[in-house]
């Protein structure tokens, strides 16, 4: 994550103090986020053990980043609080840093992995279960906890070095996801028009293919706003990134990309709920338990 502490190329972390009502107003909405964040990630993890309808390679990634993001919501938005807020801040800024490197770094990268297992599912049909199996994704996983924590490790030695590595992974992975979810939506469209030719031909089904439409609209929308979150709350940090590196940032524009980054770590498990149908009804029924209890 950006580092506002005074050290390397990012501005002065007194300077973010001038403006008391900024810190004070970005840490409430932290720590507000931070409980939004494990407590859907927490429900999320209840709702993927109960449900076995998924396929268990696909339902590891999605722990994968339910996993980071719950740990964004308990370890890495209050110490990011307590950061700006306390006086305390050698142990808050070392520990920001490197969790902050290590989970969204992996989150960015399971959410990626998502989006080509979803992509895969549709174009490989029959051999998807033949290709993507547990093992490879766990091999998968490691890598990618693997990356996260060598970019933690870098950014104790070497904050530039590890700015242009961020920026690398982010451009690939958004650009991987951009890719995938618009062949997906090309993929869908092209079945829509099979299918309305089919209904055109004849309309003798009692109305089974328009039900059929209206899935392939609703799995669209519900992939275009997993796409759009990942955008809006990754490339504002990436931009920032890349301007800094030329000398040019200010204070609340990092106060705003870090939250914002933290704040895909509270959307994930709603737009994900969406996505999957029985996912969602277990956090349903999760959370009605809770209330009668």
């Known amino acids: 994550m950006p580092n506002i502490t005074g050290d390397g190329n990012f501005p002065l972390f007194h300077k973010v103090f001038s403006t008391p009502p900024e810190v ?27 449900v076995s309808s998924i396929y268990p390679p696909t339902k590891l990634f999605f722990r994968c980043l339910a996993v980071t993001d719950l740990c964004v919501g308990l370890l890495v938005q209050p110490f990011y609080a307590t950061f700006l807020l306390s006086g305390i801040r050698e142990v808050s800024k070392n520990v920001v840093n490197i969790l902050s490197w ?9 959410s990626t992995a998502i989006s080509v297992d979803r ?17 490879r994704v766990r091999v998968v996983i490691i890598c990618f906890w693997v990356i996260g924590a060598s970019l933690g490790s870098i950014r104790w030695w070497r904050e530039d070095i590890t700015f242009m590595l961020a920026s690398i992974v982010l451009t690939l992975s958004l650009l991987t996801s951009i890719f995938c979810y618009t062949t ?10 099979q299918v309305q030719n089919h209904v055109l ?46 000398g040019i940032g200010s204070d609340v524009s990092l106060l705003v990309t870090n939250t914002l980054v933290f704040l895909n770590s509270s959307l994930n498990p709603i737009l994900y709920c ?18 009668c209890f």
């Open 24 to 50: 004070l107003s970005f840490s409430a909405l932290n720590i507000f986020l931070s409980i939004t964040a494990s407590l859907g990630n927490a429900l999320i993890l209840i709702a993927l053990h109960k």
């Open 102 to 110: 290590i989970l969204c770094g992996v989150s960015l990268l399971t």
């Open 119 to 135: 992509l895969l599912a549709l174009l490989l049909g029959l051999r998807y279960r033949h290709v993507v199996t547990l093992k």
């Open 184 to 193: 997906i939506f090309f993929r869908l469209r092209h079945q829509q028009v």
């Open 201 to 246: 031909q004849g309309q003798a089904n009692g109305g089974g293919i328009p039900l059929n439409i209206a899935r392939f609209k609703k799995t669209v929308s519900s992939v275009l706003w997993v796409q759009l979150a990942l955008v809006v709350c990754y490339v504002p940090f990436g931009i920032l990134v890349v301007l800094n590196l030329n």
């Open 274 to 291: 969406w996505k999957i149908r029985e996912v969602k009804q277990v956090v349903k029924d999760t959370i009605r338990q809770l209330y």
